[in-house]
């Protein structure tokens, strides 16, 4: 069964058949970012089995969940930075006090789900105040697991940098060095893996292919900027995620000779204020790492330094198993 009529809900799964429904939803959703149309989840889809939630009040499609499941656990989604539930203007809080009983219900009884781990959407994302979801969570006990601290900056009244950043401008001003949107993502996906790799034997989440797919797909939501000597050779890239509100920058990385020049924070500077200054925010992404802490306090406070302030990134899990539904 992949439907279910509970509590004057009618929730369904997704199928392929209800991409159109799906993305037309977005259009108009108050908390809708580019990452949920499906274009976007779909291209890593043999990860994460997709097990996404359209669901329908009195006939009309009033909120769309994407997620997956995996091992007994509803994940919202395991394959994005962020996810929840995505709802019309219409939506209310007491429409999500009904609905989200009877999600939880729907995936006990048709996917044996235990678990719910949820991702809500940060605050800066939404177009429009949406957070009926954290509500719910409390009153239902979920439990907060996972806390991530993000470097953002209000552009309409951003901070100046700090001394340091802008030494570091005025001395890559001084080399020459040139930022600008650029189509190199082959050359710079090779130093960003090998700049992962030799400090964190890690690898980007994306394989270049897959960016350049999604980057396609969504040519103006997905774009990388560069920062050049004169020369020629490349100092520094950025991947940057551009939402209705929120520039997002998704990878950064210098190579040596860059990091000495001050590229990044040359590169950044030419980000924050002048090519995304008209957005509401810039997001500087979260600074967590391996450590009892957390998190990465030289990376956050190279970020404040930039003029960037706290916002949270949260995971929240609830025992469905005990739950009375």
Same mark, same amino acid.
């Given at each position: ?10 929730? !369904? ?14 259009? =108009? ?8 149309? &499906? ?15 359209? +669901? ?32 019309? &203007? ?13 999600? +939880?219900?729907?995936?006990?009884? #048709?996917?044996?789900? !235990? ?19 954290? *509500?719910?969570?409390? !009153?239902?006990? @979920? ?26 401008? &005025? ?7 040139? @930022? ?9 996906? #090779? ?10 034997? /890690? ?19 997905? +774009? ?13 890239? +950025? ?7 929120? /520039? ?8 040596? !000779? ?46 404040? =330094? ?9 995971? *929240? ?9």
């Amino acid at each position: 069964m992949n439907h279910a009529d509970i509590s004057g809900w009618t929730i !369904r799964q997704y199928a392929s058949a209800d991409k159109f429904l799906w993305d037309d939803f977005l259009v =108009d959703a108050r908390n809708a970012t580019f990452l949920f149309y &499906r274009d976007y989840m779909d291209y890593h889809a043999d990860r994460f089995k997709d097990a996404s939630l359209l +669901c329908f009040r009195e006939g009309r499609l009033e909120a769309l969940l994407p997620a997956h499941f995996s091992e007994g656990i509803f994940h919202s989604h395991g394959g994005l930075t962020y996810g929840g539930f995505i709802v019309s &203007r219409e939506f209310t809080l007491l429409h999500a006090l009904e609905l989200w009983p009877a999600v +939880c219900r729907f995936v006990v009884e #048709t996917m044996g789900a !235990r678990l719910l781990r949820y991702a809500p959407l940060p605050v800066i994302y939404a177009q429009y105040p949406a957070q009926e979801d954290l *509500y719910v969570l409390f !009153r239902l006990g @979920a439990r907060l697991v996972n806390r991530r601290a993000a470097a953002v900056i209000p552009l309409t009244d951003a901070l100046p940098f700090g001394v340091k950043r802008r030494q570091k401008v &005025r001395k890559a001003g001084r080399q020459g060095l040139i @930022a600008r949107r650029s189509d190199c993502w082959d050359e710079f996906w #090779t130093l960003l893996n090998n700049n992962l790799y030799d400090r964190y034997e /890690a690898r980007p989440v994306h394989t270049l292919s897959e960016i350049e797919l999604l980057h396609q797909r969504f040519p103006n939501q997905i +774009c990388f900027y560069e920062a050049r000597f004169p020369d020629g050779e490349m100092a520094a890239g +950025c991947v940057i995620y551009k939402t209705d509100r929120v /520039a997002h920058a998704q990878y950064i990385s210098s190579t040596p !000779r860059g990091r000495s020049a001050g590229a990044v924070d040359f590169l950044l500077d030419y980000l924050i204020h002048e090519e995304c200054s008209s957005m509401a925010y810039f997001d500087l992404g979260t600074s967590a790492d391996d450590t009892p802490s957390g998190l990465n306090e030289s990376l956050m406070y190279q970020k404040e =330094d930039m003029g960037a302030r706290t916002v949270i990134y949260d995971t *929240y899990e609830l025992d469905l198993d005990k739950l009375t539904l």
